[in-house]
Structure formats: C-alpha cells, structure tokens
C-alpha cells in the first residue's frame, strides 16, 4: 500500500478535483490531465457516476493514481475501494471514518479546518490532512497559524484555490499540495474539449515548487 504522504508528494503541485456526470467522460477526462502532466486524480463521489468513473479510470490507465473524493461514510470507502480507489478523501474528520479506513487498509485524507479537529487526527497518526475550505487569505492564515502548534503535519489545502493563489499556497512549507477544481470545468467536460484541459494541467504543472517539504 502507498503511503498518504508519497501519494501527495506525486500530486505536487495541484490535485486535480474532478467531477463527473457521464462515465464516458472519464477517462478521456483522465487522458488529458495526464498529458498535461498530472498523474494523480481525485474523482469525487458527488455524482451517481463517480464510482463507475473510477472503476474505468483505473482499467484504461493502470499509470494513474486515482482516489475518490467526498467520502462521507465507511459504505463509500468500501464501495471506492472495490471501484478500484488508490486512496479516499474526506471533506471532514470522524473517528469512525479514521478506523473504517484502517481496517481496509486504504490510504486517507481527511479535511480539517479547527485545530481541535488537526489535534485529533494527528493523535490516531494522521499527519497528511486536507484543509478544507481553504478559500482567500483565511486558508493562508490558518496554514501560518497552524505551522506552530502542528509541525509535523503537512495539507493540501482545497476549497477556494485558483491559479492566481495556487502559488501563494505553495509557498507555505506545511503545504504539500494542491486540491483543484479548476483543473476541469463541467463546461470543459461537457464540450470534450480535452485539448482545454490539457492546456489548464500543463500551466499549473508548469508552476515552480516552492519550498518542498518532506512528507
């Protein structure tokens, strides 16, 4: 099993947050973010086609690593990890998430937005932790708030990023990656315009990693 940390570490700098209506739009979805050098996807669950999306995903391009997204529940982590799920991602923390996780041995990250809730993943071992929403300054002032107490632990902040602060975030050194939606707009999607979302992968590949951090 990869570990949270190596699978962020890859997505560096953003990762891509998809949303997919149409299972036939996976994977040439997929396809093109990985021509713009993205390799590490995040398709979430908020559509009847998610887990479906996944599934196909993972039998055309086996060099992708996908997760599945807006895991609420331990029944949609059993159900991703049966799609084919590399990972889950949550966009909160419960202790009954954190032990159905464990028990499948599928990698997870779970949002925070409290120190309360950092200092209670961190104590069952989660050092890897989605920040969510981390939209404006408030999520960069909460990423320098949190470098104090929180050393260890490292975020990938979602909710609110964009190109004009993607950079911004990566600049902090508690930052590992990315979570974007931008990457691939429903309208993109809707107009198979992958060529589109090629040119979108390529330019945030293309942004200079500040200040990475060991995971």
């Known amino acids: 099993m990869v570990a ?8 560096r700098p953003v990762l891509p947050v998809l949303v997919i209506d149409r299972p036939e739009h996976a994977v040439p979805l997929a396809r093109a973010l990985l ?8 398709v979430t669950l908020r559509t009847a086609s998610g887990l479906e999306a996944i599934r196909l995903i993972r039998q ?14 331990a029944r949609q982590l059993s ?3 049966q799609a084919g799920a590399q990972f889950a991602v949550s966009p909160g923390f419960s202790t009954g998430l954190a032990q159905a996780a464990r028990e499948q041995g599928l990698p997870w990250l779970p949002g925070v937005m409290t120190p309360s809730e950092t ?21 960069l002032e909460l990423l320098d708030s949190f470098a104090g107490p929180f050393p260890d632990v490292r975020f990938c902040p979602t909710g609110g990023v964009s190109p004009g602060n ?6 902090r050194t508690n930052v590992i990656c990315c979570g974007g939606s931008w990457l691939a707009p429903r309208e993109l999607i809707e107009a198979q ?3 589109a979302i090629t040119e979108l992968a390529q330019q945030a590949s293309r942004l200079s990693s500040h200040g990475v951090v060991p995971a």
């Open 4 to 11: 949270m940390a190596d699978i962020l570490a890859c997505a």
């Open 193 to 195: 315009d992958w060529a």
């Open 79 to 81: 159900q991703a990890q």
């Open 60 to 73: 055309a391009l086996p060099e992708v690593i996908v997760g599945a997204g807006t895991v609420c529940t």
């Open 166 to 171: 993607l950079s911004d975030f990566l600049q």
């Open 119 to 139: 200092l209670q993943a961190q104590e069952l071992g989660y050092q890897q932790l989605k920040l969510f929403p981390a939209g404006g300054t408030r999520g």
């Open 35 to 42: 021509q713009g050098g993205l390799d590490v996807l995040e």
